[in-house]
């Protein structure tokens, strides 16, 4: 397949900065493109590449220059180049359609015209599924489960009773949604199990990644806001409210009854202890563990997490501790000779 630049920066709405009659035959990686193709400049680390890449045109932000390369200056570099990727491979997923024989449907559950459900699934009794929705081979859909319109459902989830699914919301392979809530109570020292008697409510354009684990609340509902996105292997206990428009990252892990605001950004392996609150826009770092509550725009950094700036003199306090320590030492047999001499010894 071959493109004009002129017809890719047409559709992506871009300004031309170099050579406007290229050719563009593919697209790549900016550090293994070749001639012929184009690719994206979006993160400020790869600035370095776009002199080195072979690419015959970048597609860039406004921001920035002109290169001895041809780029094409846009708003938003990395969507611009999601567009050119349809232009040269057209999604070719064909999702299953129609009512497997091998599917176990409850004769009183609700199922609309248009829906898809490969075999080996099951739907029990009180369901209520919507028009466009497709369920892959070996999903449980529990009691009273509702899903709205367009909701894609991959192999190997399961969604438990009660849970509220909304309209055009993906969950991958392997998750779960509706699992208990982790209650337990001691009583004559064995733990009691608490009964989790809530349900999980997903809303509207929510994408769920593989072995996700969702739980039910205790009462009430364990609540994702609409057009969230949970990357895999993530755990979100009973009771937690999410905001919409959240991203959490793969292994982050959210204690019962905390709740997040809207558009907020939960870093890879972080952790939050139960019962805090989140503003929204707050960002969590990596790694880092929330033990308390912090207000809307906080940018947490460490364990336990501390605002950014703060936990940032911290870092580099702790980077410079071998060097201090080697000062506290001279200072040390400068002051006490005969306790410094002793204690080398004894190493």
């Given at each position: 397949m071959k493109?004009?630049?002129k017809?890719?920066?047409?559709?992506?709405?871009?300004?031309?900065i170099?050579?406007?009659?290229a050719?563009?035959?593919?697209?790549?990686?900016i550090?293994?493109?070749q001639?012929?193709?184009?690719?994206?400049?979006?993160?400020?680390?790869?600035?370095?590449?776009?002199?080195?890449?072979?690419?015959?045109?970048?597609?860039?932000?406004?921001?920035?220059?002109?290169?001895?390369?041809?780029?094409i200056?846009?708003?938003?570099?990395?969507?611009a180049?999601?567009?050119v990727?349809?232009?040269?491979?057209p999604?070719?997923?064909?999702?299953?359609?129609?009512?497997?024989?091998?599917?176990?449907?409850?004769?009183n559950?609700k199922?609309?015209?248009?829906?898809?459900?490969?075999?080996?699934?099951?739907?029990?009794?009180?369901?209520?599924?919507?028009?466009?929705?497709?369920?892959?081979?070996?999903c449980?859909?529990?009691r009273d489960?509702?899903?709205?319109?367009?909701?894609?459902?991959?192999?190997?989830?399961?969604?438990r009773?009660?849970?509220?699914?909304?309209e055009?919301?993906?969950?991958?392979?392997?998750?779960?949604?509706?699992?208990?809530?982790?209650g337990?109570?001691?009583?004559?020292?064995?733990?009691?199990?608490i009964?989790?008697?809530?349900?999980?409510?997903?809303?509207?354009?929510?994408?769920?990644?593989?072995?996700?684990?969702i739980?039910r609340?205790?009462?009430?509902?364990?609540?994702?806001?609409?057009?969230s996105?949970i990357?895999?292997?993530v755990?979100?206990?009973?009771?937690?409210?999410?905001?919409?428009n959240s991203?959490?990252?793969?292994?982050a892990?959210?204690?019962?009854?905390?709740?997040?605001?809207?558009?907020?950004?939960?870093?890879?392996?972080?952790?939050?202890?139960?019962?805090?609150?989140?503003?929204d826009?707050?960002?969590v770092?990596?790694?880092?563990?929330?033990?308390?509550?912090?207000?809307?725009?906080s940018i947490?950094?460490?364990?336990?997490?501390?605002?950014?700036?703060?936990?940032?003199?911290i870092?580099?306090?702790?980077?410079?501790?071998?060097?201090?320590?080697?000062?506290?030492?001279?200072?040390?047999?400068?002051?006490?000779?005969?306790?410094?001499?002793?204690?080398?010894?004894k190493?």
């Amino acid at each position: 397949m071959k493109k004009s630049l002129k017809e890719i920066a047409s559709a992506v709405n871009g300004k031309i900065i170099g050579n406007e009659d290229a050719v563009i035959t593919g697209i790549c990686d900016i550090r293994e493109a070749q001639q012929g193709d184009i690719t994206f400049l979006t993160n400020v680390k790869y600035k370095h590449f776009l002199e080195k890449t072979h690419a015959s045109a970048v597609i860039t932000s406004k921001d920035v220059e002109a290169s001895s390369k041809t780029i094409i200056q846009t708003e938003n570099p990395s969507l611009a180049f999601s567009k050119v990727i349809a232009m040269f491979r057209p999604s070719e997923i064909k999702h299953p359609t129609g009512m497997d024989k091998k599917a176990a449907i409850d004769k009183n559950a609700k199922i609309a015209e248009g829906v898809s459900v490969g075999a080996h699934s099951v739907i029990e009794q009180g369901c209520v599924i919507a028009g466009g929705v497709i369920i892959y081979p070996n999903c449980y859909i529990g009691r009273d489960v509702t899903v709205g319109k367009n909701t894609l459902i991959y192999p190997n989830v399961t969604i438990r009773e009660g849970s509220i699914i909304g309209e055009n919301v993906i969950i991958h392979s392997g998750s779960v949604v509706g699992s208990d809530g982790f209650g337990y109570i001691e009583v004559e020292g064995k733990h009691q199990k608490i009964p989790q008697v809530g349900i999980v409510a997903i809303e509207n354009d929510v994408e769920i990644g593989a072995n996700v684990t969702i739980d039910r609340a205790r009462f009430g509902q364990t609540l994702i806001g609409k057009g969230s996105k949970i990357d895999n292997l993530v755990q979100i206990a009973h009771n937690v409210k999410i905001g919409p428009n959240s991203i959490i990252v793969s292994q982050a892990g959210i204690s019962g009854s905390t709740s997040i605001g809207k558009n907020a950004i939960l870093a890879g392996q972080a952790g939050l202890v139960g019962h805090i609150d989140l503003g929204d826009n707050v960002i969590v770092g990596a790694q880092a563990g929330v033990t308390k509550s912090f207000p809307a725009d906080s940018i947490l950094l460490g364990s336990p997490a501390k605002p950014i700036f703060e936990q940032k003199k911290i870092f580099a306090c702790i980077n410079k501790l071998p060097e201090f320590f080697k000062t506290l030492r001279q200072i040390e047999k400068k002051l006490f000779p005969k306790d410094a001499e002793t204690e080398d010894n004894k190493k």
